[in-house]
């Protein structure tokens, strides 16, 4: 029954910052890959940012230089700090986790928050 909870999203005019939390309900284990998508409004979802315990965060083309992706792994939290906004930043936002450790069992099965919505307007 673990679960993501997300906050943090909201209303902001453009060029201004917003910060979203996504935390899982257990941290008795260790998440491999956590990740930030969204989806505007008749549009696909896309990947905005991930980060792995492994490797180097990746961004999409459009936020880099604007969103910072990091964990926090003692709380099991991701966080999505989001600069100078743009109206076509609007989106729900979902956060996204994937491959669980649990002591020397892993296994791989997806998790995906609640959403949290994003409006940047004009």
């Known amino acids: 029954q673990v679960q993501l909870v997300e906050s943090g999203g909201g209303l902001v005019q453009t060029g201004g910052s917003l910060k979203l939390s996504c935390a899982a309900s257990e941290s008795t284990f260790n998440i491999k890959h956590l990740g930030w998508y969204r989806q505007a409004p008749g549009k696909q979802r896309e990947l905005v940012a991930a980060i792995s315990s492994d490797v180097t965060p990746n961004y999409a083309d459009s936020v880099k230089g604007r969103f910072t992706i990091s964990r926090d792994n003692a709380k099991n939290t991701v966080y999505l700090q989001m600069n100078s906004l743009k109206p076509e930043d609007t989106a729900v936002y979902y956060c996204?986790?994937?491959?669980?450790?649990?002591?020397?069992?892993?296994?791989?099965?997806?998790?995906w928050g609640q959403g949290a919505l994003v409006t940047v307007s004009s």
């Open positions: 996204n986790a994937g491959g669980f450790q649990v002591g020397e069992r892993y296994r791989y099965f997806e998790l």
